[in-house]
């Protein structure tokens, strides 16, 4: 996961202070040593680390923490609220152009991953916001850019606009946009030509992209993984073109996070989204303070909520809940369950976003296996409809048929069917709770 190292470093030094009665400056400044250095070694920007230490150890000190009752949760407190303005404060929206469309370009070193970012916000803006975007491929050296995007659009089942590679991106985002506007599509989104470094040449065209489409939104699309790079890379492209924000990608890989800490203090410029993955769907929106609830090991308990009211049907969840109380679960709902899940995303990173999930024994370091789930499914879709609804009657002979058929082992089915009995068993138990008492039973 992104940020582990500096997540930990940062939660175990906030512990020391966590439950103090009394912190005097002594405290503070040997908190803030260990702070320092957990920035430094996360790859933060030196100087961003200087102003950071300076602003929580000025604001520890005071009044606001020293008369507090609580002082050891008001220093913590003065971490995050610090932490989250550093990374921008309020997460910033997309601009909506007053007379349509809304055009966005977006910019980048090539590999950064500009082209699958375009994509994926393009499939934002239509899900999320229901907007009609059209896709324009504007990258005209990279041979295979142009059929990149192609293929997106197939994908994505939107239009690509393209005039081919021998004619210049200026007059291919002029075109581009007479014909979303011929075509009332409200937002075109331009992916223009990346290189391997910043150059004149390529700063020349995107400025001259940039006089014809006059855009609502200039995004820079960096690589998280490239940290005090990426915040050069977006340094320069700001200075020279005026970004309006920042996509940091491959947030879902091993970055420390220097560039996310770094990037919008030194260039002023906003984090507005974060790729999370290759799929199309791996593309949300940046809230600088869930992200510091994150590193300090809060959870980030509003983005699961989001995640699980976009991904789950509310009536299936209550006719579950049903099955669950009369304990007539089977093993297609616990299928249709899995799939929920899944469908939110990888597992690991849903159980990062639990408050304190990394500080639980249990779940450190716990490698969720995608794996041995897709073996539980085969095992289930390898029952037959009498077997899900009554596991009871899976005799020997039926463990191995089905251990067979799904590619499994005897043992593995035998430990799913345990499993499954057990978990009946509890929501028996829990629905006698319940019943048991009239107010504040146990809900579920
Ligand atoms: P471009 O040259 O900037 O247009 O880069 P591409 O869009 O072709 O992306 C380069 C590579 O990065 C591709 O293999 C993408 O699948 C991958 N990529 C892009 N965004 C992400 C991300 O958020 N996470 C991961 N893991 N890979 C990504």
Redesign the pocket.
Known sequence: MAFEGLADRLQSTISKIRGKGKVNEQDVKEMMREVRLALLEADVNFKVVKDFVKRVSERAVGQEVMQSLTPGQQVIKVVKEELTALMGGEQSKIAVAKKPPTVIMMV?????????????LANLLRKKHNRKPMLVAA?IY?P??IK?LETLGKQLDMPVFSLGDQVSPVEIAKKAIEKAKEEHHDYVLI?TA?RLHIDETLMGELQQVKDISQPDEIFL?V??MTGQDAVNVAQSFNEQLGLTGVV??????DTRGGAALSIRSVTETPIKF?????KLD??EAFHPERMASRILGMGDVLSLIEKAQSNVDADKAKELEQKMRTASFTFDDFLEQLGQVRNMGPLDELLNMLPGANKMKGLKNVQVDEKQISHVEAIIQSMNKEEKEHPEVINASRRKRIARGSGTSVQEVNRLLKQFEDMKKMMKQMTNMSKGKKKGGMKF
């Open positions: 980048g070193l090539q590999g950064a991953g500009k082209t699958t970012t375009t994509g994926k990258d990279r295979a850019a990149q992916d990346g699309v690589d998280a940091l990608t491959k947030l879902d890989g974060v790729g999370l993955g290759e791996a593309l």
